[in-house]
């Protein structure tokens, strides 16, 4: 062998090495995981880069072009150690009737290796409008979601322990579509002059309102001085999963019968195609046919934005609403990590509980959002912890309001 080959030979293992060295190296993806609480429907191929293009399933809203694709929560099997490039399709919603991307929102993911403790995570836009992440898999399982998940059984979990406390009492209120049962919580007193109403998980996969419910469960039933004084002076019920087939199925938006329920609030109740709504609306009319109804309520859910939606319909003078909602968000930037803001005072959403209680049933309603990406006052990604802190903030918000509400 010559000197010139023996050094060709050597050049190229070099060349080899290091090439090598600087070659992601990238996970194979032997299995992705959906059949398990909560995951989501979808289909996945690994194209020829070794990318995971995850195909999320869309939900249809019934006789509405309306269709909606975002929960996402699934587990990749791949190899510890390595990288994977994870690619979201079908994004191309459709809303109020409306085409528009889903992309533009999903900018972060919660990931697990086991499911249980969260941490956040980027993602990127594509080129052609849809969305992706990159992720080291630090063991060979990695869970991915939408936002960190709460479970039907996370809820089973919180309603256990509440059962036998003096100051609650959980009231059987209906069934979804599918027969699950559906509760309403009452935290402190009943006879107490100022009610509060929250519900939470209108949409399934917007889980932040549960988590804030559990901080306010936590704030409320808190064995200290503040919380005796709030048990003692409020009475807040809460709804805490409104669309539990959804959570189940792992569904997006509406329920098992293709009806949003956040929608439709401007008339009576469909108990077929929606009997979570009609069973809410059942208490709610017991509730002002006995004289307590809500002052305040508030409908939680997750979007891109976090902001208060004050909307009210045309008729009437709802300067004295605007002004309670006005106090109302000032509060909550006083005593919360809320600084999003409201909706412009012409912003109108006709049939969301918001509008529609205060319609039908003059009761002061507001959809409160969530961003799922940014805490824009400290700039974190959001994950259960920030939400049930904003949650345990939310009775010293409540109580200043009915005091500041008088003057
Ligand atoms: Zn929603």
Same mark, same amino acid.
């Given at each position: 062998?010559?000197?010139?080959?023996?050094?060709?030979?050597?050049?190229?293992?070099?060349?080899?090495?290091?090439?090598?060295?600087?070659?992601?190296?990238?996970?194979?993806?032997?299995?992705?995981?959906?059949?398990?609480?909560?995951?989501?429907?979808?289909?996945?191929?690994?194209?020829?880069?070794?990318?995971?293009?995850?195909?999320?399933?869309?939900?249809?809203?019934?006789?509405?072009?309306?269709?909606?694709?975002?929960?996402?929560?699934?587990?990749?099997?791949?190899?510890?150690?390595?990288?994977?490039?994870?690619?979201?399709?079908?994004?191309?919603?459709?809303?109020?009737?409306?085409?528009?991307?889903?992309?533009?929102?999903?900018?972060?993911?919660?990931?697990?290796?086991?499911?249980?403790?969260?941490?956040?995570?980027?993602?990127?836009?594509?080129?052609?409008?849809?969305?992706?992440?990159?992720?080291?898999?630090?063991?060979?399982?990695?869970?991915?979601?939408?936002?960190?998940?709460?479970?039907?059984?996370?809820?089973?979990?919180?309603?256990?322990?509440?059962?036998?406390?003096?100051?609650?009492?959980?009231?059987?209120?209906?069934?979804?579509?599918?027969?699950?049962?559906?509760?309403?919580?009452?935290?402190?007193?009943?006879?107490?002059?100022?009610?509060?109403?929250?519900?939470?998980?209108?949409?399934?996969?917007?889980?932040?309102?549960?988590?804030?419910?559990?901080?306010?469960?936590?704030?409320?039933? /808190?064995?200290?001085?503040?919380?005796?004084?709030?048990?003692?002076?409020?009475?807040?019920?809460?709804?805490?999963?409104?669309?539990?087939?959804?959570?189940?199925?792992?569904?997006?938006?509406?329920?098992?019968?293709?009806?949003?329920?956040?929608?439709?609030?401007?008339?009576?109740?469909?108990?077929?195609?929606?009997?979570?709504?009609?069973?809410?609306?059942?208490?709610?009319?017991?509730?002002?046919?006995?004289?307590?109804?809500?002052?305040?309520?508030?409908?939680?859910?997750?979007?891109?934005?976090?902001?208060?939606?004050?909307?009210?319909?045309?008729?009437?003078?709802?300067?004295?609403?605007?002004?309670?909602?006005?106090?109302?968000?000032?509060?909550?930037?006083?005593?919360?990590?809320?600084?999003?803001?409201?909706?412009?005072?012409?912003?109108?959403?006709?049939?969301?509980?918001?509008?529609?209680?205060?319609?039908?049933?003059?009761?002061? /309603?507001?959809?409160?959002?969530?961003?799922?990406?940014?805490? /824009?006052?400290?700039?974190?990604?959001?994950?259960?912890?920030?939400?049930?802190?904003?949650?345990?903030?939310?009775?010293?918000?409540?109580?200043?309001?009915?005091?500041?509400?008088?003057?």
């Amino acid at each position: 062998m010559t000197c010139q080959k023996i050094f060709s030979i050597v050049l190229c293992f070099f060349l080899a090495t290091c090439c090598n060295a600087q070659t992601p190296q990238i996970s194979k993806v032997s299995y992705v995981d959906t059949l398990f609480e909560n995951a989501s429907p979808l289909w996945y191929e690994v194209d020829a880069n070794g990318t995971l293009q995850v195909y999320l399933t869309y939900d249809h809203e019934r006789n509405s072009p309306n269709r909606a694709a975002g929960h996402v929560h699934f587990c990749v099997h791949g190899d510890a150690g390595k990288n994977l490039r994870i690619e979201f399709n079908n994004l191309n919603n459709v809303w109020n009737g409306t085409p528009g991307s889903v992309a533009k929102e999903l900018l972060s993911v919660a990931i697990s290796e086991d499911g249980k403790e969260w941490r956040s995570f980027p993602l990127n836009p594509t080129a052609d409008g849809r969305v992706f992440g990159e992720f080291l898999l630090k063991s060979d399982r990695l869970f991915v979601a939408r936002v960190e998940p709460y479970r039907l059984s996370d809820l089973d979990r919180m309603l256990n322990r509440l059962r036998g406390h003096p100051d609650v009492s959980i009231d059987l209120i209906g069934q979804t579509v599918e027969g699950r049962i559906l509760e309403i919580i009452r935290l402190g007193n009943e006879r107490s002059r100022d009610h509060v109403f929250l519900r939470a998980r209108a949409h399934p996969w917007e889980a932040g309102g549960n988590w804030v419910v559990e901080g306010v469960v936590d704030r409320m039933l /808190a064995n200290d001085k503040d919380g005796a004084r709030f048990r003692e002076k409020l009475c807040i019920h809460v709804l805490p999963m409104a669309n539990k087939d959804g959570v189940a199925r792992g569904r997006t938006r509406f329920n098992s019968q293709g009806k949003d329920l956040n929608r439709n609030w401007d008339k009576p109740a469909n108990s077929e195609l929606a009997p979570e709504n009609a069973a809410l609306e059942k208490w709610i009319e017991k509730k002002i046919a006995d004289g307590h109804p809500p002052d305040i309520a508030l409908e939680l859910h997750n979007d891109g934005n976090g902001k208060l939606h004050i909307s009210r319909p045309l008729e009437g003078d709802t300067t004295n609403y605007l002004e309670r909602m006005e106090l109302f968000e000032s509060l909550l930037r006083r005593h919360t990590w809320f600084s999003e803001g409201a909706t412009k005072p012409n912003f109108r959403n006709p049939g969301s509980l918001g509008e529609g209680w205060m319609e039908r049933f003059r009761i002061d /309603a507001i959809v409160h959002e969530f961003n799922c990406n940014l805490i /824009a006052s400290t700039g974190q990604r959001p994950l259960a912890m920030h939400w049930k802190e904003y949650g345990s903030q939310l009775p010293i918000v409540f109580e200043e309001y009915f005091k500041l509400r008088e003057h």
